[in-house]
């Protein structure tokens, strides 16, 4: 008879199926080569439910799903574990000083979204395509060096060259802010002084752009009162992420956990 390729899992009694282990190890990554370690994720994930649903029964706990996003509501078993979790973890809301010092610790990490307004001509060009890449490239400094002695023609162009659909507004992107484009076209126009065009094409994930600054509002560090709340909830949801571990990990050290051995999984 052939041996099971993963041994059978069971907490306190109950059996957890291999099926849905397979299942489960889908949503956990491993190494190349090595499923073994996606199941054994799975394993103590599922584990950990288990756990979970049977301190809700022990406990007599039952909760109605609630709406987590639009067109997302949870599951029967996912609003009783957060109903476990609720009745069983007290999170006290930091001390004002608390709040204050992280503030203090590096304000600038704290501020508005830079304003741009700024024009652009796109060749598309998919990263994986080197030879489309190339010839974006190639049309891209060709348009630039029409530019260099003709700067007015930068909307003409995008009207004849570019593959967005901005090329309709001369290649006008309106204003746009910290956030709403790609990190390398972002920095891109940080580079630039308002009014100057880049002097090299600027790659991205979409193709090779020809990109202008026409304007630049840069943002300014909020103060303490616009950003208390945002600070609060982080340091609650740090301290919320720690409770619950220690909470799922004394559920384990007293749990009958075989076919899984929890120290060999992270």
């Keep these: 008879m052939n041996k099971p390729l993963f041994p059978e899992v069971g907490v306190n009694g109950e059996t957890i199926s291999a099926a849905d282990?397979?299942?489960e190890a889908q949503n956990?990554?491993?190494p190349k080569g090595k499923?073994?370690?996606a199941w054994r994720k799975a394993a103590k994930a599922l584990v950990i439910r288990k756990l979970?649903?049977?301190e809700a029964l022990h406990l007599g706990i039952s909760a109605t799903p609630r709406e987590t996003a639009p067109g997302r509501t949870e599951t029967g078993d996912e609003a009783v574990i957060r109903a476990v979790l609720e009745q069983a973890l007290e999170i006290k809301a930091p001390d004002e000083a608390v709040l204050r010092a992280a503030y203090d610790a590096n304000p600038t990490r704290f501020t508005s979204p830079t304003l741009y307004e700024a024009a652009h001509i796109l060749f598309l060009a998919?990263?994986?395509d080197l030879v489309a890449r190339t010839k974006a490239m190639e049309k891209a400094t060709a348009a630039l060096g029409i530019l260099a002695n003709h700067p007015e023609r930068f909307?003409?162009?995008a009207r004849s060259e570019s593959d967005c659909p901005s090329r309709d507004n001369g290649g006008h992107l309106g204003q746009i802010?910290?956030?709403d484009t790609v990190p390398?076209?972002?920095a891109a126009l940080d580079a630039l002084e308002i009014g100057q065009i880049a002097r090299a094409p600027v790659p991205s994930r979409y193709g090779v752009h020809v990109v202008r600054l026409d304007a630049k509002a840069s943002g300014a560090v909020l103060p303490y009162t616009a950003v208390r709340t945002r600070i609060c909830e982080a340091f609650e949801k740090a301290a919320w992420a720690r409770a619950a571990n220690d909470y799922v990990e004394a559920l384990l050290s007293r749990a009958d956990v075989r076919g899984l051995d929890l120290r060999a999984v992270a």
């Design 177 to 179: 802010t910290t956030g």
């Design 35 to 37: 499923p073994g370690l």
């Design 21 to 23: 282990i397979a299942a």
């Design 184 to 186: 390398e076209f972002e």
């Design 52 to 54: 979970l649903l049977q």
């Design 28 to 30: 956990h990554d491993a």
């Design 155 to 157: 909307a003409q162009l």
């Design 126 to 128: 998919d990263p994986v």
